[in-house]
């Protein structure tokens, strides 16, 4: 909370002091972070169709400013999500009063559960996650795992994997199902307001061919900078943005740029015509991968674990390499990797032979970017799906 600010704002909600909603009994949904308030957008428009009133509720700072900024239409009322302890949780409950919980991923939180029980309220975790890390913890505590999920009125997960493990935590349960990743209906949705321009960093920008690193962690940064200045040798108009995983790494990434001859400037200080363009902003990752030839997909080479999301980069149709860790999108990124669509490296090396081979021969990269993005369109619906499951209602939403 120290390191990344802005939790001052509406403090007084992690303790249960929350505003009131102005319609009766709305739909509470809850999501921690950026990536799942922006996956929840699609959603959002299509419950405001139906005329279903949303009392969203945030964890993060950046996620609650996101929120605001975005989806202040679309929500009757947004907060942060109360501290998970009776006294909070009880108070928060009270004034919300909602008919109905949606948890977004792996948002099980005790005392949040017990209240929807104690109020018999019916709970459904939606784009339902179950991650290498999560599934061994669980594995460890089978009891809290069965305790939990049983209070779950329905488990919509993500993927047929996240599927088979909450099936395996809690084989008595009756209402799990594989919907759809939420991620993919909101990449496409986002994927269609793409404002920025290339010429928008100088004219030097318009014609050059240009790499991302796409949502980079400690290390992926250097990589990414020792094969960009490989290849500019050879290819002087080649450019490089760099889009950090948290941008509070700012000072790290001034200090690792400092040792390169290059020129670089970041987001929030921009010059025209830098070889190196760090975005050090949120919620701008899809308008900076729509400019580049290929992606590089952050938190998958060691000693990172997980990976980030493939989806927006399949959405837009970008050649996309990634390192072997990309645990919490195993099942999207295999199926991706089997339909052509991305291309896993086991090292840094091989990632540096793989963008290196995409800059020599750039039509080497084109189907990749062409099969993510009819995998994507295969895989859309899952509002839809959602809408049927959980409310059992038809959905009408504009086609992505």
Known sequence: MMRRGGYGTCFWHRFGYVPKPTVGHPIWIQAVSVGEIEALKPL????????????????????????????????DRLAYFPLDFWLF??????????????????ELWPEHLTQAARHKVPVCLINGRCSDRSFKRYR?????????????????????????????????????????????????????ALTLQRTDLGSSWESASIIIGAS??????????????????QYPHLKLILVPRHKERKPELQRLLKTYPLSFCFRSQPQQDVSVYV???????RNFIALADWAFIGKSLD??????????????????????????????????????GARR??????????????????????????????????????VQRLLTLIFDLPSHTQEA
Not at 54 to 75: E, H, I, P
Not at 155 to 179: E, G, S, Y
Not at 311 to 328: D, Q, R, S, T
């Open 216 to 233: 980079t962690w400690t290390g992926e940064e250097r990589l990414l900078l020792d094969c960009f200045m490989q290849l500019k040798k």
């Open 89 to 106: 949780s009880a108070l928060a409950w009270r004034r919300i009063q909602p008919k109905q919980v949606l948890l977004m991923e792996s």
């Open 345 to 382: 490296c086991q090292t840094a090396e091989e990632v540096q032979s793989c963008l290196t081979q995409w800059v020599n021969q750039p039509q080497s990269a084109v189907a990749y970017g062409n099969h993510a993005h009819q995998w994507i369109l295969a895989h859309k619906g899952t």
């Open 140 to 192: 460890q505590f089978p009891w809290v795992a069965s305790l939990m999920l049983h209070q779950v009125s329905t488990i919509a997960a993500a993927t047929a994997c996240d599927t088979q493990r909450f099936q395996a935590l809690c084989p008595n349960h009756p209402n799990i199902t594989t919907v759809g990743n939420l991620k993919v209906d909101a990449s496409l949705s986002q994927g269609k």
């Open 44 to 75: 959002l428009i299509a419950l405001q169709q139906k005329s279903i009133p949303v009392y969203l509720t945030t964890t993060t700072s950046t996620a609650f400013g996101v929120a605001r900024t975005k989806y202040a239409s679309l929500v």
């Open 303 to 340: 000693p990172n674990r997980g990976g980030q999301t493939p989806l927006e980069a399949a959405a837009i149709g970008k050649p996309m390499v990634y390192g072997p860790h990309m645990e919490n999108f195993a099942d999207i990124c295999s199926s991706l990797e089997q339909a052509g």
């Open 279 to 285: 975005v050090d902003s949120t919620g701008e990752l």
